[in-house]
């Protein structure tokens, strides 16, 4: 039953039409009906974001179609390097260039670290920019083929900013083990907490800070009016300047004597 349902979603995959690509990073939701006015439309999300679990398979001549529900986070160009895992991870053209920029400058900082080094190699010398052919066919070099023991069957993952190409024999293997892997369920439930949780957190971060924030120039002229003008209308002590400061002189108590709570009163006035 599984299977026959990979099936379908497989050939709905291949028979799509492929959306214009786009020239900005983003994701766009798929339209239907009416065009929606400039007002209506929904902004870009800044950030290329790449989700969901897309089954299909290479072609005789070591293609594969790019899912469409992956396309509107990628653009005609984009990268193919070997992962950790030895899968084929698939990069946003200017994300891609990111990782590449980060290896050099990873060399540059750490020019005696041979392990560094090695790290560097083996992503520069699988990595191949990739150019989509009709309907977003794109070719997946024979180097990338032998590393991650791509053959026919394929599943691609997508990963926030970018998707890894699997093995389906290898994928079906990993999940196996991660279905009974413990601590994994552990740390995708505190993921799940965490960020359901971080959303409410963060505006009361926010709003803490705000009230936190210090008065304006404006509101602190204000303030500093008003509390001159209250103590020039209590008759509570006296302002004097001594050596360029403000000083209070206590007021008296009557008895030529300085009343100790009338000071107090004074100096909380300051």
Request: glycine share 6%.
């Amino acid at each position: 039953m599984l299977r026959a349902t990979q099936a379908r979603a497989e050939e709905a995959d291949a028979t799509e039409v492929a959306p214009e690509a786009s020239s900005r990073l983003g994701l766009r939701a798929p339209r239907s009906g009416p065009v929606p006015g400039p007002s209506e439309v929904a902004p870009a999300v800044a950030v290329p974001v790449l989700t969901g679990t897309h089954f299909h398979a290479l072609d005789e001549k070591g293609r594969v179609i790019i899912p469409p529900k992956l396309r509107p986070a990628l653009t005609e160009q984009f990268w193919m390097m070997l992962d950790e895992n030895d899968n084929v991870a698939i990069y946003n053209h200017q994300t891609g260039l990111d990782v590449l920029a980060y290896c050099e400058s990873m060399m540059a900082e750490y020019p005696g670290d041979e392990d560094i080094a090695a790290a560097v190699e083996r992503v520069t010398s699988t990595a191949e920019q990739v150019s989509v052919e009709s309907n977003w066919r794109v070719p997946v070099s024979e180097l990338l083929r032998f590393h991650a023991q791509l053959d026919k069957k394929v599943v691609t993952v997508g990963v926030l900013n970018h998707a890894v190409l699997w093995s389906r024999e290898k994928w079906e293997s990993q999940q196996v083990q991660r279905l009974q892997s413990g601590d994994v369920r552990r740390a995708q439930a505190q993921i799940l907490r965490a960020a359901a949780s971080g959303i409410r957190k963060k505006a009361h971060e926010q709003a803490m800070q705000a009230e936190a924030e210090p008065l304006s120039r404006q509101e602190q002229a204000d303030h500093d009016a008003s509390a001159a003008s209250g103590r020039r209308g209590s008759g509570v002590g006296s302002s004097a300047v001594v050596d360029g400061s403000p000083a209070r002189t206590a007021a008296s108590a009557g008895d030529g004597k300085r009343s100790a709570r009338v000071l107090t009163l004074s100096q909380l006035g300051r």
